[in-house]
């Protein structure tokens, strides 16, 4: 055989053989997504098919699970680590694309993942296209974005579901995010979504206008509660016991949800109680709860949100109308 023949013969099945050790890793990494039982291998996993697609030249995998519904199918097992049963797995008959859809809702709820352009992927909610999530496994954070899911939640679902429907996928997505921090180390921006008494949800900075309380006390007027003055701006006792603070901390203003057992966030009480997101939604350009305007595209501009122990607030404790 000619030198030059044999050449490009060795050549050749080299780059076959190398595509196949390629394809038969990609299969066992799956396949061992699938059926691990161990978190960390789980993560493990993930972050080796995130790091290769199969882009190959020589050996082509018509079907084969884009990274996109990688993502998915890593969610979908660390959700199962956390027993969690608010959803359920769409599949294609055509593809390999994978949907999450909440149960329980009469509107459909559905997610996908979207790959980003710098790595990691948002949570997307198909039908109204909010960002609801951004997940990067590498630097194992996970961050929420409050704009997104007071649009879907709060503005959308709002009048088209029991609020006992919609806290169901804000949970489902608490879930997520506290099995991830817990579990796997991961640093989460919880933000609007954070139940812990002692969490104080930071606003975008902006300028606050003195009619802050004011809208509120108005809003507030025909729900049965009652807003009261305090030393550092203001507080209301709603149903279940659940007090609502709006604080001045440094000349900042600030939200604070409290219940005494560290169940209640800011959605919720945007979902519970229409008084209060309608003063929101109002003054939304003033006082959205804050997501990371470097990872979401933002009709406000904000800051990442940070907890801060409530050490400076004085709220006289009031007791809810009866």
Same mark, same amino acid.
């Given at each position: 055989m000619? %030198?030059? $023949?044999?050449?490009?013969?060795?050549?050749?099945?080299?780059? !076959?053989?190398? =595509? +196949?050790d390629?394809v038969?890793?990609?299969?066992t990494n799956?396949?061992?997504l699938?059926?691990?039982?161990?978190p960390?291998?789980?993560h493990?996993?993930?972050?080796?098919?995130?790091?290769r697609?199969?882009d190959?030249?020589?050996?082509?995998?018509p079907?084969?699970?884009?990274?996109?519904d990688?993502?998915?199918?890593?969610m979908?097992?660390f959700?199962e680590?956390?027993?969690?049963?608010?959803y359920t797995?769409?599949?294609?008959?055509?593809?390999e694309?994978?949907?999450?859809r909440?149960k329980?809702?009469?509107t459909p709820v559905?997610?996908?993942?979207?790959?980003g352009?710098?790595?990691?992927?948002?949570?997307?909610e198909q039908?109204?296209?909010?960002?609801v999530?951004?997940?990067?496994?590498?630097? %194992?954070q $996970?961050?929420?974005?409050s704009?997104?899911?007071t649009?879907? !939640?709060?503005? =959308? +679902?709002r009048e088209?579901?029991?609020?006992?429907?919609?806290?169901k996928?804000a949970?489902m997505?608490?879930v997520?995010?506290?099995?991830?921090?817990?579990?796997?180390g991961?640093?989460v921006?919880y933000?609007?979504?954070?139940?812990?008494d002692?969490?104080?949800?930071?606003?975008i900075?902006?300028?606050?206008?003195?009619?802050l309380?004011?809208?509120l006390?108005?809003?507030?007027a025909?729900?049965?509660?009652?807003l009261?003055?305090?030393?550092?701006?203001?507080a209301?006792?709603?149903?279940?016991?659940?007090?609502?603070?709006?604080?001045q901390?440094?000349?900042?203003w600030?939200?604070q949800v409290?219940?005494?057992?560290?169940?209640a966030?800011?959605?919720d009480t945007?979902?519970?109680?229409?008084?209060?997101?309608s003063?929101?939604?109002?003054?939304?350009?003033?006082?959205?709860?804050?997501s990371?305007?470097?990872?979401?595209?933002?009709?406000h501009?904000g800051?990442?949100?940070?907890?801060l122990e409530?050490?400076?607030?004085m709220?006289?404790v009031?007791?809810?109308q009866q």
């Amino acid at each position: 055989m000619l %030198r030059e $023949l044999h050449d490009r013969v060795t050549g050749y099945t080299a780059h !076959l053989q190398a =595509d +196949l050790d390629r394809v038969q890793t990609m299969i066992t990494n799956v396949h061992d997504l699938s059926e691990s039982n161990e978190p960390a291998q789980v993560h493990g996993l993930l972050l080796a098919l995130n790091q290769r697609l199969l882009d190959d030249k020589w050996v082509q995998v018509p079907r084969q699970y884009g990274l996109a519904d990688i993502y998915m199918l890593a969610m979908n097992r660390f959700m199962e680590f956390a027993k969690s049963d608010a959803y359920t797995i769409l599949m294609s008959e055509d593809s390999e694309e994978l949907t999450l859809r909440v149960k329980g809702l009469e509107t459909p709820v559905t997610f996908r993942f979207v790959l980003g352009t710098q790595g990691g992927a948002y949570l997307v909610e198909q039908r109204t296209g909010e960002q609801v999530a951004f997940w990067l496994p590498e630097q %194992r954070q $996970l961050l929420f974005n409050s704009e997104a899911l007071t649009n879907l !939640l709060v503005v =959308d +679902l709002r009048e088209k579901e029991a609020s006992t429907a919609i806290r169901k996928i804000a949970a489902m997505l608490l879930v997520f995010g506290r099995y991830m921090d817990q579990t796997l180390g991961y640093s989460v921006d919880y933000n609007i979504l954070e139940t812990a008494d002692s969490y104080i949800y930071q606003l975008i900075p902006s300028y606050v206008p003195d009619r802050l309380l004011d809208r509120l006390f108005v809003h507030s007027a025909h729900s049965g509660y009652y807003l009261k003055r305090t030393a550092n701006g203001a507080a209301m006792v709603v149903k279940n016991n659940i007090e609502v603070r709006i604080l001045q901390m440094q000349g900042i203003w600030h939200l604070q949800v409290v219940d005494g057992h560290d169940a209640a966030s800011w959605l919720d009480t945007l979902v519970e109680f229409d008084f209060l997101a309608s003063w929101y939604l109002e003054m939304r350009d003033y006082i959205e709860v804050a997501s990371n305007p470097k990872v979401f595209k933002l009709e406000h501009q904000g800051v990442k949100a940070q907890p801060l122990e409530a050490t400076v607030a004085m709220v006289e404790v009031l007791q809810p109308q009866q």
